[in-house]
Protein backbone atom coordinates (compact mmCIF):
# COMPACT_ATOMS: atom_id res chain seq x y z
CA UNK A 1 0.00 0.00 0.00
CA UNK A 2 1.52 3.57 -1.01
CA UNK A 3 0.73 6.57 0.94
CA UNK A 4 -2.42 7.64 -0.56
CA UNK A 5 -3.97 4.27 -0.39
CA UNK A 6 -3.38 3.77 3.31
CA UNK A 7 -4.92 7.67 3.56
CA UNK A 8 -7.90 6.51 1.61
CA UNK A 9 -8.11 3.17 3.59
CA UNK A 10 -8.47 5.37 6.54
CA UNK A 11 -11.02 7.77 5.42
CA UNK A 12 -13.04 4.41 4.87
CA UNK A 13 -12.54 2.99 7.97
CA UNK A 14 -13.67 6.36 9.86
CA UNK A 15 -16.78 6.27 7.75
CA UNK A 16 -17.49 2.59 8.95
CA UNK A 17 -16.87 3.08 12.46
CA UNK A 18 -18.89 6.36 12.42
CA UNK A 19 -21.76 4.15 10.82
CA UNK A 20 -21.63 1.04 12.94
CA UNK A 21 -21.55 3.15 15.95
CA UNK A 22 -24.67 5.56 15.12
CA UNK A 23 -21.92 8.43 14.94
CA UNK A 24 -19.62 9.33 17.51
CA UNK A 25 -21.25 10.47 20.90
CA UNK A 26 -20.44 7.30 23.27
CA UNK A 27 -16.94 6.21 20.83
CA UNK A 28 -13.66 6.23 22.27
CA UNK A 29 -10.55 5.16 20.00
CA UNK A 30 -7.41 3.43 21.72
CA UNK A 31 -4.50 2.72 20.08
CA UNK A 32 -2.28 -0.10 20.65
CA UNK A 33 1.26 0.77 21.24
CA UNK A 34 3.04 1.08 19.08
CA UNK A 35 1.68 2.04 14.94
CA UNK A 36 -2.18 1.43 16.50
CA UNK A 37 -1.71 4.67 18.37
CA UNK A 38 -0.91 6.88 15.48
CA UNK A 39 -3.13 5.24 13.30
CA UNK A 40 -6.15 5.79 16.06
CA UNK A 41 -4.81 9.38 16.02
CA UNK A 42 -5.57 9.41 12.38
CA UNK A 43 -8.53 8.22 12.83
CA UNK A 44 -9.79 10.09 15.42
CA UNK A 45 -9.04 13.53 13.64
CA UNK A 46 -10.96 12.08 10.37
CA UNK A 47 -14.04 11.04 12.96
CA UNK A 48 -13.91 14.58 14.55
CA UNK A 49 -14.01 16.39 11.08
CA UNK A 50 -16.90 14.18 9.80
CA UNK A 51 -18.60 14.36 12.66
CA UNK A 52 -17.95 17.88 13.88
CA UNK A 53 -17.18 16.91 17.57
CA UNK A 54 -14.04 15.64 19.79
CA UNK A 55 -13.34 11.81 19.96
CA UNK A 56 -11.35 10.77 22.74
CA UNK A 57 -7.98 8.81 22.10
CA UNK A 58 -6.07 6.68 23.83
CA UNK A 59 -2.69 4.42 24.13
CA UNK A 60 -2.22 1.25 25.42
CA UNK A 61 0.83 -0.69 26.34
CA UNK A 62 0.35 -4.41 26.52
CA UNK A 63 3.70 -5.42 27.25
CA UNK A 64 2.57 -6.77 30.73
CA UNK A 65 -0.54 -8.68 29.13
CA UNK A 66 1.28 -10.79 26.59
CA UNK A 67 1.12 -14.64 27.42
CA UNK A 68 4.34 -14.74 25.18
CA UNK A 69 6.19 -12.15 27.66
CA UNK A 70 9.14 -14.81 28.53
CA UNK A 71 9.95 -15.07 25.07
CA UNK A 72 10.10 -11.27 24.78
CA UNK A 73 13.31 -11.12 26.87
CA UNK A 74 14.43 -11.17 30.62
CA UNK A 75 13.26 -7.39 30.91
CA UNK A 76 10.47 -5.89 28.75
CA UNK A 77 10.30 -2.29 28.00
CA UNK A 78 7.07 -0.85 29.28
CA UNK A 79 5.49 2.56 27.43
CA UNK A 80 3.17 4.29 29.20
CA UNK A 81 -0.76 3.69 28.77
CA UNK A 82 -2.35 6.99 28.26
CA UNK A 83 -5.93 6.36 29.26
CA UNK A 84 -7.44 10.27 29.30
CA UNK A 85 -11.10 9.53 29.41
CA UNK A 86 -14.06 7.05 31.06
CA UNK A 87 -13.80 3.74 29.33
CA UNK A 88 -16.85 2.80 31.45
CA UNK A 89 -19.59 2.49 29.11
CA UNK A 90 -18.56 3.70 26.38
CA UNK A 91 -18.56 2.23 22.58
CA UNK A 92 -14.29 1.67 21.99
CA UNK A 93 -12.33 0.79 18.78
CA UNK A 94 -8.93 -1.24 19.88
CA UNK A 95 -6.75 0.23 16.68
CA UNK A 96 -3.49 -1.64 15.62
CA UNK A 97 -1.57 -2.12 12.24
CA UNK A 98 -1.80 -5.77 11.56
CA UNK A 99 -4.34 -8.57 12.91
CA UNK A 100 -2.17 -12.13 12.79
CA UNK A 101 -2.39 -14.48 15.34
CA UNK A 102 -4.87 -12.24 17.51
CA UNK A 103 -2.84 -12.65 20.67
CA UNK A 104 -1.78 -8.73 20.48
CA UNK A 105 -5.72 -8.15 20.55
CA UNK A 106 -6.47 -10.55 23.69
CA UNK A 107 -3.83 -8.64 25.75
CA UNK A 108 -5.21 -5.46 24.42
CA UNK A 109 -8.69 -6.33 25.83
CA UNK A 110 -6.78 -7.25 29.15
CA UNK A 111 -5.39 -4.09 29.69
CA UNK A 112 -8.36 -1.71 28.47
CA UNK A 113 -10.59 -3.80 30.85
CA UNK A 114 -8.34 -2.80 34.23
CA UNK A 115 -9.25 1.12 33.10
CA UNK A 116 -12.66 0.22 33.31
CA UNK A 117 -16.22 -2.04 31.60
CA UNK A 118 -16.72 -0.54 28.33
CA UNK A 119 -20.36 -0.91 26.87
CA UNK A 120 -18.85 -2.54 23.86
CA UNK A 121 -15.64 -2.87 22.58
CA UNK A 122 -14.50 -3.37 18.78
CA UNK A 123 -11.12 -4.04 17.06
CA UNK A 124 -10.30 -1.88 13.61
CA UNK A 125 -6.72 -3.06 11.70
CA UNK A 126 -4.93 -1.76 8.74
CA UNK A 127 -4.22 -5.34 7.31
CA UNK A 128 -5.33 -8.28 8.53
CA UNK A 129 -3.25 -11.22 7.04
CA UNK A 130 -4.79 -14.22 8.50
CA UNK A 131 -3.22 -17.18 10.64
CA UNK A 132 -4.80 -17.04 13.99
CA UNK A 133 -4.16 -18.47 17.06
CA UNK A 134 -7.23 -17.41 18.98
CA UNK A 135 -11.24 -16.76 17.99
CA UNK A 136 -10.22 -12.82 17.14
CA UNK A 137 -11.76 -11.56 14.30
CA UNK A 138 -11.31 -7.30 13.42
CA UNK A 139 -14.76 -5.67 13.58
CA UNK A 140 -13.19 -3.05 10.53
CA UNK A 141 -10.45 -4.14 8.32
CA UNK A 142 -8.81 -2.19 6.04
CA UNK A 143 -6.96 -4.82 3.87
CA UNK A 144 -7.22 -8.71 3.93
CA UNK A 145 -3.66 -9.48 2.38
CA UNK A 146 -2.70 -13.41 1.83
CA UNK A 147 0.37 -14.58 3.20
CA UNK A 148 2.48 -17.21 3.94
CA UNK A 149 4.24 -18.11 6.96
CA UNK A 150 7.12 -17.44 5.74
CA UNK A 151 6.01 -13.25 5.03
CA UNK A 152 6.06 -10.52 7.29
CA UNK A 153 3.22 -7.21 6.75
CA UNK A 154 5.57 -4.58 7.24
CA UNK A 155 3.58 -0.99 8.38
CA UNK A 156 5.88 2.07 8.40
CA UNK A 157 4.50 4.97 9.34
CA UNK A 158 5.77 8.60 8.83
CA UNK A 159 5.58 9.61 12.70
CA UNK A 160 7.95 6.39 13.41
CA UNK A 161 9.57 5.20 10.21
CA UNK A 162 9.99 8.39 8.22
CA UNK A 163 7.89 6.46 5.16
CA UNK A 164 4.39 5.62 4.76
CA UNK A 165 4.01 2.58 3.12
CA UNK A 166 2.67 -0.98 3.90
CA UNK A 167 5.11 -3.91 2.32
CA UNK A 168 4.35 -7.64 2.09
CA UNK A 169 8.58 -8.92 2.72
CA UNK A 170 10.04 -12.42 3.43
CA UNK A 171 10.98 -13.20 6.47
CA UNK A 172 14.65 -13.11 7.59
CA UNK A 173 16.00 -16.42 7.73
Same mark, same amino acid.
Given at each position: ??? $?? +? #?? @?? &? ?5 ? /? ?28 ? $?? +? #?? @?? &? ?5 ? /? ?111
Amino acid at each position: MSA $SE +I #ER @TL &VRLAHEI /IEKNNGAANLGLVGIRRRGVFLAQRLGSMI $SR +I #EK @TS &VPVGTLD /ISLYRDDLSMVGPKPVVQKTEMEFVVTGKNIVLVDDVLYTGRTARAALDALFRHGRPQRVQLCVLVDRGYRELPIEAAFVGRKVQTTLQEIIEVQLQELDEAERVLLVEKPN
